[in-house]
């Protein structure tokens, strides 16, 4: 049970979009389409931004989505504001009542 | 909305255990998959384990098996996570989450766990 392979930093200006990708294996993110998103501000609690794939929860802006190739997902942060600037970690489904994050990626908004 | 609240920081011995709790209030506590999840010092999010209050045995990280028990009080809707043999690079920030089965929707604030001689 490997982490999932995530950039570990990512920056866009105010307005632009950012993807942050992640990487996982048939084992895990290739084979179930439950790939999380979590928003982390250091100091705070981690917050779900984007499940199943492509879902928000409730409250979380549509400027947040997500989507997946085979063993690749992805978050996309269109519309930059200074609040995003967090730490994003995926995480998947990995069988066996088991889950995996990602190493996490650092998104700077220059 | 549920709120949890985890028990405070504590400082510990190589080779001792550690007993972490999470007092869930505002939902109702036997729906959720419970998570503890922790990070290291510099590192990322690494999920450790879950239980489904009153439902199956919990299932936990290859990594930990041996040293981490989790469980849940449904009585109190408290959940636990003990960690033996604790080493240095067991120092970390120790979240509790409660969720669905693939999601943690909801996280305490975290728990300091510091491993020292």
């Known amino acids: 049970q490997s982490a999932l392979t995530q950039p570990p930093s990512a920056s866009g200006s105010p307005g632009q979009s950012v993807t942050i990708s992640c990487t996982g294996t048939?084992?895990?993110?290739?084979?179930?389409?439950?790939v999380s998103w979590y928003q982390h501000h250091p100091g705070k609690a981690p917050k779900l931004m984007i499940y199943?794939?492509?879902k928000r929860p409730s409250g979380v802006p549509d400027r947040f989505s997500g989507s997946k190739s085979g063993n690749t997902a992805s978050l996309t942060v269109s519309g930059l504001q200074a609040e995003d600037e967090a730490d994003y970690y995926c995480?998947?489904?990995?069988?066996?009542?088991?889950?995996?994050f990602g190493g996490g990626t650092k998104l700077t908004v220059l | 909305q549920v709120q949890l609240l985890e028990s405070g920081t504590d400082v510990k011995k190589p080779g001792s255990s550690v007993k972490v709790s999470c007092k869930g209030s505002?939902?109702?506590?036997?729906?959720?998959?419970i998570y503890w999840v922790r990070q290291a010092p510099g590192q990322g999010l690494e999920w450790m384990g879950g239980?489904?209050?009153?439902?199956?045995?919990?299932t936990y990280a290859p990594k930990f098996l041996g040293r981490l028990t989790i469980t849940a009080d449904g009585s109190t809707s408290t959940a636990y996570m003990e960690l033996t043999s604790l080493r240095s690079d067991d120092t970390a920030v120790y979240y509790c989450?409660?969720?669905?089965?693939?999601?943690?929707?909801?996280w305490g604030q975290g728990t300091l766990v510091t491993v020292s001689s």
């Open positions: 989450a409660f969720g669905g089965m693939t999601t943690l929707d909801f």
């Open positions: 505002g939902g109702t506590f036997s729906t959720y998959v």
């Open positions: 239980v489904i209050p009153n439902f199956g045995t919990p």
């Open positions: 048939s084992s895990d993110v290739g084979s179930y389409n439950y």
């Open positions: 199943e794939v492509n």
């Open positions: 995480s998947s489904y990995a069988g066996s009542n088991s889950l995996v």
